[in-house]
């Protein structure tokens, strides 16, 4: 547990997670995206990047307290 926790602590995850998150908002707002998925996937993809981005505040803020700087 200690160890997948100091993976996604590190500087790398919390990138990918924020560049994930983005992606999938930014994909979720093409207007290509939106006329082959129906609205409640969009919704879902919209809601699920954000998540993600917010997770990714979360490991930025824990890894600040983790770090001991």
Request: glycine share 12%.
């Amino acid at each position: 547990m200690i160890m997948l926790l100091e993976r996604l602590l590190t500087r790398e995850a919390i990138i990918a997670t924020a560049v994930a998150g983005g992606v999938l908002v930014t994909a979720a707002s093409f207007r290509a995206v939106r006329e082959k998925l129906g609205e409640g996937a969009i919704l879902k993809l919209s809601r699920t990047g954000y998540a993600l981005t917010g997770v990714s505040m979360l490991l930025m803020i824990a890894a600040g307290f983790v770090s001991g700087r």
